[in-house]
């Protein structure tokens, strides 16, 4: 769900992945061989401490990866690939894609693409969960912009904006 998801990715770009969007892309894709189950805290690493208690509220949990599955046929496990095609059969409901510019964020439930959050967004917002909010046809729908001040190495939180379907860094 994007107000789960987006705080971490947004935080762990700007800090951990020090705004590189090629070395984050190598991490959450490259690096793992079938998937992720959770996505955790660990994305936090780096940041100011005040930020990583306003997301997690002094919970801490690992990221898990999918690395240890045993099929039914007991074959080696797949890299889990989302497509068009696959969406549906893997019951995905959302999908977040890793652009130069920000994270489009697709509510897999209504359309095909979505509108992008931008990098600079203060992970503190808060974010919609609704996945008819997700229109590619408008902007990323805050509840609210920064949860407090914003963070001196953060920029205050601006307006996502949507557009045409951009080409994926990494998918």
Not at 17 to 33: P, Q
Not at 44 to 56: K, M, R
Request: with cysteine; hydrophobic share 40%; proline share 11%.
């Amino acid at each position: 769900m994007p107000s789960h998801h987006l705080p971490l990715l947004l935080a762990a770009y700007q800090h951990k992945f020090g705004r590189d969007v090629e070395a984050m892309s190598r991490h959450l894709i490259d690096d793992v061989a079938v998937g992720w189950d959770e996505l955790g805290t660990d994305l936090l690493d780096g940041a100011p401490p005040t930020l990583v208690a306003e997301l997690t509220g002094g919970e801490h949990c690992p990221s898990r990866t999918l690395d240890h599955l045993i099929t039914p046929d007991g074959s080696p496990p797949v890299r889990m690939t989302v497509t068009d095609e696959t969406a549906d059969a893997q019951d995905i409901q959302w999908g977040y894609v890793l652009h130069q510019q920000g994270i489009e964020v697709i509510s897999l439930l209504h359309e095909d693409i979505g509108p992008l959050v931008d990098w600079d967004i203060d992970p503190r917002t808060a974010f919609n969960d609704h996945p008819a909010a997700w229109s590619s046809l408008d902007p990323a729908p805050a509840i609210r912009a920064s949860r407090s001040t914003p963070l001196p190495s953060a920029p205050a939180a601006s307006p996502a904006k949507a557009g045409a379907p951009r080409p994926a860094t990494r998918r």
